[in-house]
């Protein structure tokens, strides 16, 4: 019975990256009493597959200036960070000779970032009594009943929670599908395993598919490995990320804008102010990125027709203007294109036998072959989670638990994150935060999302318990 009584909390939070993390750190900073445990199988919270990067190369998308973790203090990473490098926490930045605002930080060390204000929250919750334990295990299933919430571990123990929270993040592409013999991943390299990348021949020819920020960071990761040979990156669109710029800001065109009501309309008239813009000798990116408050709103109001539009016309559009590479990975990136060593094709993956792809490419209706002697897998997220071969995800479809979200785009929620079952019945104890909520905002992955997100999240939990 003593056991069983040690395994109740308040709030279960299914997965320890950032948003799992910041949710605690939101929920330990109200001044209640509060049992929080964190179920997640990393040795560290704040990390999630972001955060865990042990390459320096691998750094955030967007400068300390735009990464606070903190919705009321914008300078609260730039603040940190300057502790850090005062304190020595990161010499290199100094070769930047950049104000600490304007650097983009390696992600490891934003990790550490993370996990300090978990560890202030934790020292502040512990003044009146409140609590955030790390679990370390997997979730792999999950019951609802009248009072409370069963969660199953694969270690065997079982926890219940007043409320519980999917904080499960993102399944890659890479590690989730194609796994079968023959299939694109069996023989690929994860292009997060920096190791595989090290034990790769110096002048492999390295075939890469997809060309968003994952391939950025495999390319990174080659060069720092003394990869020397021939990259060639294969992408339906054949469209490289841009790189971030730091644009001055531009009037909010969308506020009042009620002619924008479709994802035409939405493209028409960001064409328009880019036109404006450049022909004022202002850079793009300004107008674009005025875009990215009103992205939520115009996604939940679209309809099913709308986002389908958006996600087949738009969509590869947006990933490679909005999702900006950070510029010293995109001056390697540039290197490596005038040196010839790093090419792109606009063709679409048809099959892998090996090393060995078969594409197609745009424009031209017979398939091709594509001999290299190493393949990366950088396609993206899988957001669809009946195909994800998870326990959880699993379990909780079997039960009719959760439903998929809008075009099947992770899982669907209220407007508080509360998770609709197969019936679309909202859950009173159940809900969901980041990236499981791709369909119901289109934006619900970057570190801005997530912190906003977990600042509501915990007020509604409050507000609920
Ligand atoms: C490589 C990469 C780079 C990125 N770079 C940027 C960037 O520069 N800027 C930016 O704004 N955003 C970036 N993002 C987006 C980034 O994912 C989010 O900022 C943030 O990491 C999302 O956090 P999360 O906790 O929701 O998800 P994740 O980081 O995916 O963490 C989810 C955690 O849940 C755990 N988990 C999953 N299932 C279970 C289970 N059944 N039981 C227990 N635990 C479970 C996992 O182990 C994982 O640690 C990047 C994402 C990736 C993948």
New binding site residues.
């Given amino acids: 019975m003593t056991d069983v009584v040690s395994r109740h909390a308040d709030v279960v939070i299914?997965?320890?990256?950032?948003?799992?993390t910041l949710l605690a750190v939101q929920l330990l900073r109200q001044s209640h009493a509060r049992r929080i445990v964190i179920?997640?199988?990393?040795p560290e919270l704040g990390?999630?597959?972001?955060?865990s990067?042990t390459e320096l190369g691998h750094t955030?998308?967007?400068n300390a200036a735009r990464?606070s973790v903190d919705p009321g203090n914008a300078d609260d990473l730039t603040e940190w960070l300057t502790r850090f490098i005062d304190d020595g926490g990161w010499p290199q930045s100094a070769e930047q000779s950049l104000p600490v605002a304007e650097l983009f930080p390696p992600?490891g060390i934003f990790g550490l970032y993370a996990q300090q204000r978990l560890a202030e929250a934790r020292a502040a919750g512990a003044r009146y009594g409140a609590t955030a334990e790390h679990v370390r295990?997997?979730?792999?299933d999950l019951q609802t009943h009248a009072e409370q919430v069963e969660i199953t571990l694969d270690n065997g123990q079982v926890w219940y929670g007043r409320q519980a929270v999917l904080?499960?993040?993102?399944f890659?592409a890479a590690r989730t599908a194609l796994k079968a013999p023959g299939g694109l991943n069996a023989g690929a390299v994860d292009p997060?395993d920096v190791q595989a990348m090290r034990g790769l021949d110096r002048q492999a020819r390295v075939l890469i598919i997809g060309s968003g920020?994952?391939m950025v960071?495999a390319v990174v990761s080659l060069d720092q490995a003394g990869h020397r040979g021939p990259i060639t990156v294969i992408s339906r669109h054949g469209l490289w990320p841009h790189v971030r710029r730091q644009p001055p800001s531009w009037p909010d065109f969308l506020a009042a804008a009620d002619n924008v009501r479709s994802p035409r309309q939405l493209m028409a008239e960001v064409r328009k102010q880019c036109r404006q813009a450049l022909q004022q000798g202002v850079d793009w990116q300004a107008p674009l990125d005025t875009v990215r408050v009103h992205i939520a709103r115009l996604w939940s109001q679209a309809s099913e027709r709308q986002k389908r539009q958006f996600v087949r016309h738009v969509r590869p559009w947006w990933e490679s203007h909005h999702h900006r590479s950070p510029p010293p990975s995109d001056a390697l990136v540039q290197r490596l294109i005038r040196e010839g060593r790093l090419t792109l094709q606009a063709a679409s993956y048809q099959r892998a036998d090996g090393t060995t792809l078969t594409i197609r490419r745009r424009g031209e209706s017979t398939s091709v072959q594509l001999q290299g002697d190493a393949l990366i897998n950088s396609s993206g997220i899988e957001y669809d989670w009946r195909r994800v071969d998870?326990?959880?995800p699993r379990q909780l479809l079997a039960r009719g638990l959760i439903r998929p979200g809008p075009l099947a785009l992770g899982i669907e929620a209220d407007v508080d994150g509360a998770v609709l079952d197969a019936q679309g019945l909202v859950a009173e104890r159940l809900f969901a935060m980041?990236?499981p909520l791709r369909g119901m905002w289109w934006e619900s992955?970057?570190?801005?999302d997530?912190a906003a997100q977990a600042k509501r999240l915990a007020t509604t939990l409050l507000s609920r318990c």
């Fill in positions: 299914i997965g320890g990256g950032l948003s799992g179920i997640e199988p990393r990390r999630g597959e972001a955060y990067a955030l998308n967007g990464m992600r295990a997997q979730a792999i904080a499960t993040g993102m890659p997060w920020l994952t960071d998870k326990p959880l980041g990236p992955t970057a570190v801005t997530v």
